[in-house]
């Protein structure tokens, strides 16, 4: 039977539609959020589209068959990413709905089970299981495997890679050769041309070793800093260090274990910062706590040629005392700056940047300036009403600001034309 759909009209809010689909669309609703209550609670679908715009004006929606409130809420019951979701929803000017239904498959679709244990992604897994998912993806283009095969196999061979050696356990036989300070080329070269197991050849280089440096060797232990740590790789573990790197600086430099490991340890105090006694682990730790920029502090040590310790010392005792210090504008008293700043909506910092900029300039010159960009970006309504922003006024009043910027810019009206133009469309007929 063929049915022609092109004389469809659909009447709802009295106006006339090409289909349901378009009506939606228009008034911002979800198509399958309208059909479900339409079939569910038999009604019109006018009656389901006006039942959905009321709920999205009350900040209500539903997923998955549930009443929500809260959209971050619903993002942490599905682990969803919540920031990510309002990215995607901006740019592709869809519902909540639409949004939450194109990442809860995203995410199910990228989820694995293994062993009857279902992980988040693939990666997750193989972290897991101390695998590189990169080597079981190329493995599987290789093999021509799905992913689940090229996983199940290559964890059987990473697996069967593994050695003991003298009670120990080793990833593989490089990382045994390496403990003990032995080139795995040669030592299974040797093993081939004697026709020895690589164990055996492992154990005469060490001997060798042994000899030469008149000393037993035992990769079970190593000593660094009056500590004694199972093995290297346990001392970077415990110390915060890369073992990787460690290998590569001992074979770029041809030098000891212990002389590398003093390399990178010396390299990571570096990075720490200590405060009236207290170790923080960077700068910008320590200059969260106490609300201090961090990039002023940078640029304090490089124009005045001085310690980090120096130039944060400066700039706490200079915001310590903008906070205490009775503050003066345009003849009114303020216990400091900050109340001053916040008297008028201003940003403190945008204050100190300007003043930085313009180095002959004072406080008072630097608050009008400020003061004069933040009411230009003032919004006005039709009531008298004032917002910061066009930005504020469209979250409070649920419309899109790209859409009210796109529909200014392209029909030629101002912007509270637009943002009424918006309203209305939302607002019942």
Do not use: P
């Not at 339409?38 to 715009?53: F, L, N, P, Q, V």
């Amino acid at each position: 039977m063929n049915i022609n759909n092109s004389k469809y009209i659909f009447y709802a809010f009295n106006k006339k539609w090409k289909s349901i689909r378009e009506c939606c669309k228009y008034y911002e609703v979800r198509y399958g959020s309208v059909m479900s209550y339409k079939r569910i609670h038999k009604c019109t679908a006018e009656e389901a589209i006006a039942y959905c715009r009321n709920l999205k004006k009350l900040g209500i929606f539903y997923f998955k068959k549930v009443r929500w409130t809260d959209l971050k809420e619903c993002c942490d019951y599905y682990n969803i990413n919540y920031k990510s979701l309002c990215t995607y929803m901006q740019k592709n000017k869809i519902s909540k709905e639409e949004a939450l239904s194109h990442y809860y498959q995203y995410y199910k679709y990228n989820r694995f089970t293994y062993n009857h244990v279902t992980y988040d992604s693939f990666a997750a897994c193989c972290e897991a299981y101390n695998i590189k998912s990169v080597c079981v993806r190329r493995y599987a283009r290789k093999k021509h495997f799905l992913l689940r095969h090229a996983f199940a196999s290559y964890l059987n061979y990473h697996n069967k890679r593994k050695m003991y050696f003298c009670g120990q356990e080793y990833i593989t036989f490089t990382s045994c050769c390496r403990a003990f300070g032995c080139n795995a080329s040669y030592v299974s070269a040797y093993a081939k041309r004697h026709g020895i197991s690589r164990e055996e050849a492992l154990k005469f280089y060490i001997n060798r070793i042994e000899k030469q440096e008149g000393q037993k060797i035992d990769s079970r232990t190593f000593v660094f800093r009056d500590s004694i740590y199972h093995d290297l790789s346990d001392c970077c573990r415990k110390l915060g260090i890369n073992v990787s790197s460690v290998y590569g600086y001992m074979w770029r430099t041809k030098k000891g274990k212990v002389e590398a490991v003093e390399y990178y340890y010396n390299k990571k105090m570096e990075d720490y910062f200590e405060w009236e006694s207290v170790l923080y682990s960077s700068l910008s730790a320590c200059c969260t706590k106490f609300d201090v920029s961090l990039k002023a502090v940078r640029n304090r040590a490089w124009r005045k040629n001085c310690s980090i310790q120096e130039a944060f010392r400066h700039c706490l005792r200079r915001k310590q005392s903008l906070e205490t210090d009775v503050f003066y504008y345009r003849g009114d008293e303020y216990k400091n700056l900050k109340e001053c700043c916040e008297k008028y909506n201003i940003n403190v910092q945008s204050v100190h940047s300007y003043r930085f900029r313009n180095k002959d300039s004072d406080y008072d010159e630097a608050i009008d300036y400020i003061r004069k960009i933040t009411e230009n970006r003032q919004f006005i309504w039709e009531d008298g009403s004032v917002y910061e922003s066009i930005n504020s006024f469209c979250r409070m009043k649920s419309i899109s600001v790209s859409s009210v910027r796109d529909k200014a810019r392209k029909k030629g009206m101002s912007l509270q034309e637009a943002a009424k133009y918006y309203i209305e469309r939302n607002s019942y007929d």
